[in-house]
């Protein structure tokens, strides 16, 4: 059974920091490509940043670049999220996306939810 679970979210205040895992099972994770969005309420889904299944190479849109990093480890079958500096408009929900190098398999985890607010 493939499985995504996206986890630590949560409400932190504006400037704080959190920091997000997605750990997957059920698949080869090595062999994804992977991504973070999110979804804001009453908004569309963001895509907003991504990592090659090697883990060298990297995307951020740029309402993140700067406060954001993504990384993973294959060995744990692991991505993360570490985000700085947040700010009010970072509030959505947040889910992990993985899809496979040159196919159309992909697979979405459940979100968790992050608040941003004082």
């Known amino acids: 059974e493939v499985q995504l679970v996206a986890s630590g979210g949560g409400l932190v205040q504006p400037v704080g920091s959190l920091r997000l895992s997605c750990v997957s099972s059920?698949?080869?994770?090595?062999?994804?490509?992977m991504t973070w969005v999110r979804q804001a309420p009453g908004k569309g889904a963001e895509w907003f940043s991504e990592?090659?299944?090697?883990?060298?190479?990297?995307f951020y849109a740029d309402s993140v670049k700067g406060r954001f990093t993504i990384s993973r480890d294959n060995a744990k079958n692991t991505m993360y999220l570490q985000m700085n500096r947040l700010r009010d408009e970072d509030t959505a929900t947040y889910y992990c996306?993985?899809?496979?190098?040159?196919?159309?398999?992909?697979?979405w985890g459940q979100g968790t939810q992050v608040t941003v607010s004082s």
């Open positions: 996306y993985a899809r496979l190098i040159g196919s159309n398999t992909e697979y």
């Open positions: 059920g698949f080869t994770f090595g062999n994804y490509d």
């Open positions: 990592i090659d299944a090697s883990g060298r190479n990297t």
